[in-house]
Nanobody
Framework: QAQLVESGGGSVQAGGSLRLSCVASSGYSYSSRCMGWFRQAPGKEREGIAF????????YYADSVKGRFTISQDNAKNSVYLQMNTLNPEDTAMYYC????????????????????????WGQGTQVTVSS
């Protein structure tokens, strides 16, 4: 069964950086799909924060991370990355990698969706803790 495995979480001080990685295992190719990151802080709803179509386009950022986080992908490694800079305590959350199930060709000037029901494959999450 397809799996997504996240890594790179940890504890940092405010202003610091982390890079999250998400690798698709089990021999599945995640080309031509939207992949990206959600996060969930204690007591809050899961929030979609950054997504990319693995063809390299369709990038979406939530306003809460725009300008600080950068999503990228490497199809050869079936991987998606999230570079997180200028972290603040409000970024503390469990971060989940997700992918939609079916390959598709994204339309020009279209972004990957940021809502949960669109994504059918999920990782187990990696914790990010930012201290002030």
């Amino acid at each position: 069964q397809a799996q997504l495995v996240e890594s790179g979480g940890g504890s940092v001080q405010a202003g610091g950086s982390l890079r999250l990685s998400c690798v698709a295992s089990s021999g599945y190719s995640y080309s031509s799909r939207c992949m990206g990151w959600f996060r969930q802080a204690p007591g809050k709803e899961r929030e979609g924060i950054a997504f990319i179509h693995t063809g390299g386009s369709g990038i979406y950022y939530a306003d809460s991370v725009k300008g600080r986080f950068t999503i990228s992908q490497d199809n050869a490694k079936n991987s998606v990355y999230l570079q997180m800079n200028t972290l603040n305590p409000e970024d503390t959350a469990m971060y989940y990698c997700a992918s939609n199930l079916r390959p598709f060709t994204i339309r020009p000037s279209t972004s990957c969706p940021g809502y949960q029901p669109y994504y059918g494959v999920w990782g187990q999450g990696t914790q990010v803790t930012v201290s002030s």
